[in-house]
């Protein structure tokens, strides 16, 4: 059967189930097996392919594009229509602290601190911002990584997991569907400063720091590093960047400097970082994890983004954690947006943007051969983000980029989750596609199909039930109470 007569086929099946026209994704034909042929508008790194297809076959991406392509393959699986919609790889979030996820974010105090030993610790006579988990935080992990997933992200690196529900890529054993066990190490005091040590002129932190033998060896490192705008929070980048800036031991232990700036590390925050620094950063081909939410929130500014994406940088979003950062990686990528355009004037393009969201990510935490694109071959992390054109009150919203409508997304746009082909998050209209044990939850006016009990050991409703009062995993457009993302003046 050639090309031609199979797209035939499929087209006349297709004509026989043909519904109303629609935006929102529809079964045309339902498979005997679990295989999935998505048609809508895909999002890859070379651009937004219209009228294209992704086909998933056991998990995994067996063919992306024109529908040609596909050959014999697909004869028994399940068709969905998202003409309209917009199809991408899931969201990989590189920078969360996921076990307080409960915490509601800190009120906005009207203080921008200096380092984050100020906020952290109350140093310097800055208040300190308490944040204790109330309760179980196994509980508030899985609540983080449900809000995540409600959100289109399917993989985090965030401190702490439970099994299932989103990738930890941090953690072998969260790993799922059986990705090739290599873990990102994910450092929050590379220089053991916890306890609270601010430098200018030496490396005399706490004992035990990073060194380079020992961050070669891992396959990714991602450090916190140089979280300030002053010059104690730049010492931490000369520290981990020059080995011949402080060669006299500490007493007790580290006191060091070293240099671990390389491309399988990734600097957290950055903030503190001179433009000399970043393109020490760039000429290495180390990375950048960038929060502009949490920065602006704590410190007043974030990161000049536009001079590191010029210089070369691969720059990946992460959200931080509630008390200070984003909900979802739409509520970051919308805050990066307004943030380079209100400090530096800058128009960061949406598929810039989305690529800090997927493709960059990947790299970020050393996935890029199995997660953040769609190409064949890679794992299955698949959202489907509903169609926007048509009109929208009196807004003429037809021509929508189609990377701005996946990653600048609500929860309630959000039509289809599948993390390594398992559908976790289905429309109404599309329910014959849920399996295992599956709930109805109301994403403000819409509902949803969560099929998620089966791996959290609970309904979603019942964590939400013993979690009562917390900050909520289902989230308005606008979540409440959200840290802002205004410079400070
Ligand atoms: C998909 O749906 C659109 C309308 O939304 C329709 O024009 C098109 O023919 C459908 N294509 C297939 C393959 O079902
Ligand atoms: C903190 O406040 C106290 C009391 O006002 C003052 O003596 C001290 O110098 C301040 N410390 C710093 C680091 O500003
Ligand atoms: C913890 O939760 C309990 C029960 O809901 C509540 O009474 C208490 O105020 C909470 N504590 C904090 C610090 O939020
Ligand atoms: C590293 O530190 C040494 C000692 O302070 C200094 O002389 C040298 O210029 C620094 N190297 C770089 C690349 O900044
Ligand atoms: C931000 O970076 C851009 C690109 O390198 C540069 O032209 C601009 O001067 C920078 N702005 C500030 C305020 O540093
Ligand atoms: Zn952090």
Sequence with gaps: ???????????????????????????????????LLLIGTVLTNEGALQDSTVFVQSGRIAHVGDICGLGMRGGDASVLNCTGSVISPGFINTHEHIEFSTVSPFPDIGERVRHRHDWRLGAR?????????????VDATAWGELRHLFSGTTSIVGGNMVPGLARNLDFPDGLEDGLDARVVINDIFPLKDK????????????PDPIDQDTAIGYHRYIGHIGEGVDVEAANEFICLSNATFDTTPAVGGGGLSTDIIAPNVALVH??????????????????????????IHLYGTTLNVSYLLEAGITVA???????????????????????????????????????????????????????????????????????????DGERDISIVDPFEQAVFASQEEIELVLRGGKPLLVSPRIKDLASGTCELVAFGDSNKIVCIADELGSLFKELEASLRGVYPAVLPELPPDEPTCKPKA
């Design 195 to 206: 306890l609270g040590a601010m430098r200018n002129g030496d490396c005399d932190y706490g």
């Design 125 to 137: 006579n800055y208040t300190m911002r308490e944040v204790s988990v109330n309760g179980s935080s």
């Design 270 to 295: 950055a903030l503190g970082l001179t433009p000399g620094d970043f393109d020490i950063v760039a000429v290495r081909g180390a990375k950048i994890v960038w929060s502009p939410r949490s920065n």
């Design 1 to 35: 059967m050639n090309c031609l007569s199979q797209l035939l086929q499929l087209l006349l099946l297709v004509v026989a189930l043909l519904r109303p026209a629609s935006e929102e994704c529809n079964i045309v034909r339902r498979g005997l097996s679990r295989d």
């Design 317 to 391: 979003l992460g959200t931080d954690w509630l008390p200070s950062g984003s909900a979802t990686m739409g509520r970051e990528a919308i805050c990066a947006a307004s943030a380079a355009d209100e400090i530096f004037g800058v128009k960061i393009p949406p598929k810039v943007l989305w690529e800090m969201a997927t493709v960059n990510a990947a790299m970020v935490a050393g996935f890029e051969d199995q997660l953040g694109s769609l190409e064949t071959g890679k794992v299955a992390d698949i959202v489907v983000f509903e169609g926007k054109s048509g009109k």
